[in-house]
C-alpha cells in the first residue's frame, strides 16, 4: 500500500468522516455518525456493518466490494442491508450478488434498490437521502445526506401546550418538517453537473466534490473521461456556499504538495480557505 492508500480519518464541519479516494484506484466514504457510505471500493472492514451503501455508479474503484458486503454480512449475521443505487443498473447488480451467493451455497440478505434523481430515501426520522443526477461516462447518481427536523407551525406557536395537544389528537396538522442538507457527495462526474445539481449541493455543510485534475496540463483529459478539472470550479466559485469543500478521487499524477499549492493558487481566496484535499497527510479538519 502507498503512502496515497491510507485510510484518511477527518472531521468537516463537525462530520466525522473516514475513507479513500484515489482517482482509477478506489472510493469509499464512510459517516459513522449518519451511519451510512457512499461508495464501497474494495470494501474496508468496517462497511460491512454499515445498513445503508448509496452507490454512486458501477466503475469498480468504486463498486467492487459490493458482493463481499452482501458475504460478510451474512458471515457476521447482520440482518439486511440496502443497496441505494443508479435505476438503470439495478437488475445487473442483483444478478451479480446472486451468482456470489449461489458460488458461495448460502442467500445473501440484502437488496439493490433504485433510487431516482429526485427521490428520496428515509434512513431515519432525522435522516434523510436524496439522489440527483451525475453525468459521467455510465449512468451515475450524486446524493445529498440531510438532517430532518420538526417544529410547530407558525399559527400555533403562540396557543397553550393544551391547545396544541388538543389539536393533534383531533388530527389537525400542527407540526411542519425542515430540513437542512449536511452531506453531499458528486460521484465522479463532468461539469456538465452544475447545470442540472439541486441547490442543495452548494448548501450541504460539507461537499465531497470530485475534482481528479488540477495541473493545466490535464485540462483536456478532464471532460472526456466524465470528470472535474480545478479550473471548472474557478470558474463557478461564486456557487459554493459550503462550509467544507473537499476534493476527492484526486488523481496520483500529481503530489500532495503541488495540490494544495493549485488550490490555494487557482481559486478564489475565500473559496480556498474552505477547501480541503481529501489526502491522508496534511490538514485533516475544518
Request: glycine share 6%; with cysteine.
Amino acid at each position: 500500500m502507498t503512502a496515497r492508500e491510507e485510510r484518511v480519518e477527518a472531521t468537516y464541519a463537525g462530520l466525522p468522516l473516514r475513507g479513500v479516494s484515489i482517482a482509477g484506484r478506489e472510493t469509499w466514504f464512510h459517516f459513522p455518525t449518519l451511519n451510512l457510505a457512499f461508495d464501497v471500493g474494495r470494501l474496508p472492514t468496517e462497511l460491512v456493518a454499515v445498513p445503508n451503501l448509496f452507490l454512486t455508479h458501477s466503475h469498480l474503484d468504486h463498486a467492487a466490494g459490493l458482493a463481499y458486503w452482501a458475504s460478510q454480512r451474512r458471515l457476521s449475521r447482520l440482518a439486511g442491508g440496502v443497496v441505494h443505487t443508479e435505476p438503470s443498473t439495478v437488475d445487473a447488480w442483483r444478478k451479480i450478488l446472486a451468482l456470489h451467493a449461489g458460488l458461495e451455497g448460502v442467500r445473501y440478505d440484502v437488496s439493490v434498490e433504485p433510487l431516482e434523481p429526485g427521490a428520496r430515501a428515509h434512513l431515519r426520522r432525522d435522516l434523510t437521502v436524496t439522489a440527483f443526477r451525475a453525468v459521467h461516462r455510465v449512468p451515475a447518481l450524486g446524493f445529498v445526506a440531510s438532517e430532518v427536523r420538526h417544529r410547530l407551525k407558525p399559527a400555533w406557536r403562540s396557543e397553550s401546550q393544551d391547545a396544541i395537544r388538543k389539536a393533534a389528537v383531533e388530527g389537525e396538522p400542527v407540526v411542519e418538517s425542515w430540513s437542512r442538507p449536511l452531506v453531499a457527495f458528486t460521484g465522479d462526474t463532468s461539469a456538465d453537473l452544475f447545470a442540472t445539481a439541486p441547490p442543495d449541493l452548494y448548501e450541504a455543510k460539507v461537499l465531497l466534490l470530485e475534482c481528479s485534475f488540477l495541473e493545466e496540463r490535464h485540462r483536456d483529459r478532464a471532460g472526456p473521461w466524465g470528470h472535474l478539472h480545478l479550473s471548472d470550479l474557478a470558474e463557478r466559485s461564486e456557487l459554493f456556499r459550503n462550509e467544507v469543500l473537499v476534493l476527492t478521487h484526486l488523481t496520483l499524477r500529481t503530489g500532495p504538495q503541488e495540490i494544495r499549492k493549485l488550490i490555494a493558487a487557482s481559486l478564489p481566496p475565500d473559496l480556498a480557505a474552505r477547501t480541503v484535499p481529501f489526502l491522508p497527510s496534511g490538514e485533516r479538519a475544518r
